[in-house]
């Protein structure tokens, strides 16, 4: 197994890391449950440091480190359940310096450098977001633009977000295009309700939005963008596990029963040195894959599949252990624990679960066709 963790990767974690324990208590996680907006003054700080361009080449505005160099970022989010619309941003941002047009680069990349916010449209009512599924299509129009017709499910942060990159069907042809907010009526977004009540998550409606065709995306390498989404959910989940490990040592270790710390006892002991060994685990496997997902190919989506398939199994049994353990309080609102199990039964689901991963994984390992 090949890991490269370079210099920037370490004090981006040092740094991240930091700014999240102090930024992201939990006190502010349950603070963002109701809100009706994001924190915008958190973003603010988060393109201060540079962590929005992270992706972006220099020349627009970024760092250009590359995707790998935002794994740290992403753990540590994860370490502190931290809320934003970071995952849609960067992903939009790496869609765009692929697949984009010179002129969406030049116009999109600096602003999002900046600041501003993007999301993701790919999964269909069914949760699908399978090229074969696409149900959006976009149709030309006498006026020399696409008419899109359709709904999308699961879009975060589709209320703030600028603009958003869709899947849709063009003459037969599973295409990405750029639709700004402005383009979308009024009531054309409309909030779901999600296990992961920290995610603002929508459902968006397309019916009837005109789109000029230079909001067509050049190219659409939909196993790429695929494979950064596994790859930072797998960050996530890596930090999620870490977070979730804190949690449920701190009560292992200051709850007694029967005149004993209930950590003392092997049915409590030997699941958390469990999660302990999957998460050191995930995060080989999560590095690993961050060294090879620049390359492409075979061994970068073997890499991605294994991670994701190995980070969301240990990441929900983790959760579920941690409301365990609590016991009768485990299973209320007022308990921590609830929070991690949530974040990591949204993760383990998007991209598909370990099952279906596993699926997929079966004819790269063994070489033949299922």
Known sequence: MAIS?????AMLLETATDFCRKRSPMQAVRGALDATNVNRELWAEMAGLGWLGIN??????????GVDSLVPIVEAMGRHLMGSPYFGSVLAAETLVRDGTEEQKGKWLPALASGSVATLALSEEDGSWLLENVNVAAANNKAGSLTLKGRKCFVTDADIAEFMLVSVMLEGEAVLVLVQRDQLSDYAIQRETVIDQTRRSFQVDFAGVEIPTNQVLETADFGHLEQVAMLLLSAEMSGGLSGVLH?????????KAFGRYIGSYQSLKHPASDILLSLEAVRSHLYHAATKINAG????????????????????????????????FGFTFDCDAQLFLRRALWCQHQFGDESYLRQRLEPLLLDRVV
């Open 247 to 255: 949690l449920i040592v701190d009560y292992l270790t200051t709850r």
């Open 5 to 9: 963790f370079s210099d920037e990767q």
């Open 56 to 65: 972006i080449p220099e020349s627009l505005g970024g760092l250009g480190l």
């Open 297 to 328: 190919g075979a061994e970068s989506e073997t890499a991605v599949l294994m991670t994701k398939s190995i980070a969301s199994e240990a990441y929900a049994f983790a959760g579920d252990r941690a409301v365990q353990f609590h016991g009768g």
